[in-house]
């Protein structure tokens, strides 16, 4: 343990991490936030992301997120996530979407957070979280950045995944969601799903950053302080885009001609060449083949 730690800032004041103060003045300025998601595609992503300047990365434990497995498990493969992350990224703001079961308590809660963020994460995503968690969270000191309006993630199963606020009532359920959520400790939070005007207007009334995720919004005034996008999206690999989102690359033929390119390399006898590879001192390699010939194994 101390080893894959020794690197790590345990800090989240680190002066040259993003924390939540660190985005909560970027608020303040009117300056965008940006958010990635590397989802599967890993840390290397998000070092690539880091470099260029995004603020946040939102990674989940893939092992803890969708399989039922012990406290001991999830927090060994969940620790082992946001360490290999922070080691490629020594800056970018690492907002951990935490496994279910480990705030379905408020103990457990700030005992599982306050560990992830020991690993190095700057704040914790409790999906759907109730208020009363939230706080003993909050009053612990285990930092988040949650997410409001449609549910996204195992959630999905029994809400459905669908665009909230389409009313006046509803839109202001969102509203009230956020606000309960900033009053009870929350130091930011992403919206999903929710009309631009709605989205824009709860962005300008609370005090903490929120940042868009197919919030609706249309730019101009209908903004909010950030926007998120999944990296599947940006890099084009989703079967069907989704509408909000922006393919900045085309990732899988790229990657699948770089592989072809290697697979006709060696399959057609152009790799390896003589620059390629090294070769043994003569007077050793006669020894070596004298002993080869001798050997009757």
Same mark, same amino acid.
């Given at each position: 343990? *101390?080893?894959?730690?020794?690197?790590?800032?345990?800090?989240?004041?680190?002066?040259?991490?993003?924390?939540?103060?660190?985005?909560?003045?970027?608020?303040?300025?009117?300056?965008? =936030?940006?958010?990635?998601?590397?989802?599967?595609?890993? &840390?290397?992503?998000?070092?690539?992301?880091?470099?260029?300047?995004?603020?946040?990365?939102?990674?989940?434990?893939?092992?803890?997120?969708?399989?039922?497995?012990?406290?001991?498990?999830?927090? =060994?493969?969940?620790? =082992?996530?946001?360490?290999?992350?922070?080691?490629?990224?020594?800056?970018?703001?690492?907002?951990?979407?935490?496994?279910? &079961?480990?705030?379905?308590?408020?103990?457990? *809660?700030?005992?599982?957070?306050?560990?992830?963020?020991?690993?190095?994460?700057?704040?914790?995503?409790?999906?759907?979280?109730?208020?009363?968690?939230?706080?003993?969270?909050?009053?612990?000191?285990? &930092?988040?950045?949650?997410?409001?309006? *449609?549910?996204?993630?195992?959630?999905?199963?029994?809400?459905?995944?669908?665009?909230?606020?389409?009313?006046?009532?509803?839109?202001?359920?969102?509203?009230?969601?956020?606000?309960?959520?900033?009053?009870?400790?929350?130091?930011?939070?992403?919206?999903?799903?929710?009309?631009?005007?709605?989205?824009?207007?709860? *962005?300008?009334?609370?005090?903490?950053?929120?940042?868009? =995720?197919?919030?609706?919004?249309?730019?101009?005034?209908?903004?909010?302080?950030?926007?998120?996008?999944?990296?599947?999206?940006?890099?084009?690999?989703?079967?069907?885009?989704?509408?909000?989102?922006?393919?900045?690359?085309?990732?899988?033929?790229?990657?699948?001609?770089?592989?072809?390119?290697?697979?006709?390399?060696?399959?057609?006898?152009?790799?390896?060449?003589?620059?390629?590879?090294?070769?043994?001192?003569?007077?050793?390699?006669?020894?070596?083949?004298?002993?080869?010939?001798?050997?009757?194994?």
């Amino acid at each position: 343990m *101390a080893e894959s730690t020794a690197n790590i800032s345990m800090s989240t004041v680190h002066k040259t991490r993003k924390n939540l103060a660190y985005l909560q003045k970027m608020k303040d300025k009117g300056e965008k =936030i940006v958010q990635m998601c590397p989802a599967e595609l890993g &840390p290397f992503f998000a070092m690539a992301a880091e470099m260029v300047g995004c603020d946040i990365c939102r990674i989940p434990d893939m092992v803890s997120l969708r399989s039922s497995v012990d406290y001991d498990v999830m927090n =060994i493969t969940s620790g =082992i996530t946001i360490r290999k992350f922070r080691e490629y990224c020594k800056i970018i703001h690492i907002n951990y979407y935490m496994p279910a &079961p480990s705030y379905s308590t408020g103990e457990k *809660a700030v005992r599982w957070g306050s560990e992830w963020t020991f690993d190095g994460a700057d704040s914790m995503l409790a999906m759907g979280v109730t208020n009363d968690v939230l706080k003993f969270m909050s009053d612990n000191y285990v &930092p988040t950045f949650g997410h409001i309006g *449609a549910i996204s993630g195992w959630q999905t199963n029994a809400t459905g995944y669908k665009k909230m606020g389409k009313t006046a009532e509803e839109a202001f359920k969102v509203f009230k969601w956020g606000y309960e959520y900033q009053e009870n400790g929350m130091g930011g939070m992403t919206i999903e799903l929710v009309p631009g005007e709605v989205s824009a207007a709860i *962005a300008k009334k609370l005090r903490v950053p929120v940042v868009g =995720i197919a919030s609706g919004c249309t730019g101009g005034d209908i903004t909010v302080d950030g926007y998120e996008m999944v990296d599947m999206d940006t890099f084009g690999v989703m079967p069907k885009p989704a509408s909000h989102a922006v393919i900045t690359a085309q990732l899988l033929p790229f990657l699948c001609e770089a592989y072809m390119d290697w697979v006709d390399m060696v399959r057609d006898g152009d790799y390896p060449e003589e620059k390629h590879g090294w070769h043994m001192d003569p007077e050793e390699l006669e020894k070596f083949t004298a002993m080869m010939d001798a050997f009757e194994g």
